[in-house]
């Protein structure tokens, strides 16, 4: 079956610093139109970052109020990326101000979209590893949130329960135990 | 460190059928206020079905387009709660709808925010077992979707690479191997 949708027209009904909404006439594989509404928005980085020690290999965490959902989040650092900037330079940039965190290594883990049906904006997945603890933690006037470390095992069993409510950071531990399993 | 906001009050500047945009005059853990913008939409259902036999294990799937992304995605299927309904039923529905395959057991598998940072809804996480083909695919007039079955490790192997592109599938991989671990 001809899957293809073309989009005749597009505009956005409300705008905001963080996404707009766009709604757009497409014409369907059988030639039909229909107006349909998705969210766009500036792309976001999720860093997943590993410290290797003595107690073993751990994840460096925030927790932090979240507005939408309205409660406590556990998850891996990150941030929207800045017009123009490198993204493992923002992924860096975006974990470094939050945990305090430097990585001497940042690498692709992949990209996906938060929400195709209803997002037009991309999420880009990093690992980061050889972590130095600046003990400079640069948050923004509103950020508040605490740094924790957990062993991996630990945040591959509680995924999922709170506080780890968060669907993009268990997308993130997919493809860091897709990337352990094919290395 | 006190990480709890409050919320003062609340309004919505932008109604739509699919979701709604909220704008909330919130107080900071240090007695600060500012206003936060975050979508509320109903939950969704993602429901990963297992279909065993002779070909091993395998996930019935829905390939389609998506109107965010501008792209086509391989998904597991799945919908918007209607008001109302049980979370299992729900589940049965949206998938015997989109694949045909009806399931004789369905499972939760957990609950996430999407993304708690701009999202008031959860997602919820179903598995699906003991499946029929009724052979009747029902989809709305606008719906244009193939059912396509894959081998369990493929989809673990392929998931974040296109069409394997929405997060959300990852999570529900998450989950889904996490079960799997602790079984």
Redesign the interface.
Known sequence: ?????T?ESSKY??E????S?RE?L?R???G?T?V????DAPDWAVVVPVLEGPQGRRFVMV???????????LEFPGGVFESGENPEEAAAREMEEETAYRPSRVTR????????????NH?H?FLAEGLTDTGKQRLD??E???VELFPVEEV??N???PPY????M??A???Y??RG??S
Chains 1, 2 share one sequence.
Not at 165 to 168: D, F, K, W
Request: aromatic fraction near 10%; glycine fraction near 6%.
């Open positions: 079956m001809n899957l293809i949708w989009e009904v409300f905001h610093r963080l996404f909404i757009s497409c369907s594989p059988s039909k229909g349909y509404t998705a969210m927790r932090q109020w979240r507005h939408g959902a309205r409660e406590l989040s883990l992949g990209e996906m979209s938060p929400n195709p049906a209803i997002m037009g999420v997945f006037e509103d508040y949130m605490n591959i069993r995924m999922g329960k409510i968060h669907a993009l268990a997308a531990l997919t493809l135990l897709q399993a094919a």
